[in-house]
């Protein structure tokens, strides 16, 4: 079953001093024997400065090195601090140069699918301006091309801004158009018409995450019954940042996320054969 754990599941963790990166492959591999990484950049960044700054490529290149050590696939990198928008036109280009430094990162450490944000407010949520938009999807597009180019798939997930409007998400990923452009779908999380939102941005979904609310809801097997039904052949993410017990917290969601794929499947294979 294609199963992940994201890494800012164990921020709390990572606070207390008690994990660093090479610990979270460990805890991954050999807690919960899984051979796949959801990596968040919070691990190896410096976040001294306004932007958080991505460690060295030595750095870099020694996580590409123990994934390789531990047959591990990176099967989404998650980046903050490279978002797309910021009303000041200096943090847009610091933003860009270092959205292409995470890159350049995620190209060597071979991870198939990269998340970088729309921007905007995480409390203040409105549509998009036409300037905007414009930037977005064409910045967007220039990643996609790239992407294209080594392999993996790339977009924001409904995290912040727009990006938590599910008719902004459907406007910016048919205005793309391309095929190395797909979106990180945190289920349910949404500000406008939840009920339908996952639905809306399914056709472009190439990951997922759940977090505790995600699991517990009463529709959670109808979502990913949903995005099968859809096509969707990705990997089941859990992000759930525990305030604390957060081992036995994931233990808890891996269990519980793999009966709720296995449930969903099941549903689906009858359905199909009646």
Do not use: C
Not at 55 to 71: G, M, N, S, T
Not at 133 to 147: D, K, S
Not at 200 to 208: E, K, L, N, Q, S
Not at 244 to 269: C, F, L, P, S
């Amino acid at each position: 079953m294609n199963i992940s754990i994201g890494g800012y599941s164990f921020f709390n963790t990572f606070k207390e001093g008690k994990m660093d990166v090479f610990g979270y492959l460990e805890t991954v591999k050999y807690r919960y024997r899984l051979d796949t990484v959801d990596l968040w950049n919070g691990f190896f960044v410096d976040r001294s400065g306004p932007i958080p700054k991505l460690a060295d490529e030595d750095y870099i290149r020694k996580i590409k090195e123990a994934l390789d050590e531990k047959e591990m696939t990176v099967v989404n990198f998650a980046i903050d601090g490279a978002h797309l928008w910021d009303p000041d036109p200096d943090m847009r280009a610091r933003l860009y140069d270092n959205a292409l430094e995470h890159l350049r990162a995620a190209e060597t450490l071979g991870a198939r699918t990269v998340r970088i944000d729309t921007g905007g407010s995480y409390e203040h949520v409105e549509t998009l301006t036409d300037e905007q938009f414009e930037h977005i999807v064409a910045r967007y597009r220039e990643y996609a091309r790239r992407a294209a180019d080594f392999g993996y798939k790339i977009g924001p997930e409904n995290h912040m801004g727009a990006s938590l409007i599910p008719a902004e998400m459907k406007r910016i990923a048919e205005a793309v158009d391309h095929p190395s452009f797909g979106i990180l779908l945190h289920i349910g999380r949404w500000r406008e018409d939840p009920e339908h939102g996952d639905a809306i941005v399914a056709p472009w979904t190439v990951h997922t995450h759940f977090d505790a609310k995600t699991l517990t809801s009463p529709d959670a097997i109808d979502k990913v019954r949903m995005l099968l039904q859809q096509g969707y052949t990705g990997y089941w993410g859990i992000e759930q940042n525990s305030p604390d017990n957060q081992y036995a917290e994931i233990e808890w969601m891996v269990a519980g996320v793999k009966k709720v794929v296995h449930d969903a499947a099941r549903q689906q294979t009858e359905e199909g054969s009646e």
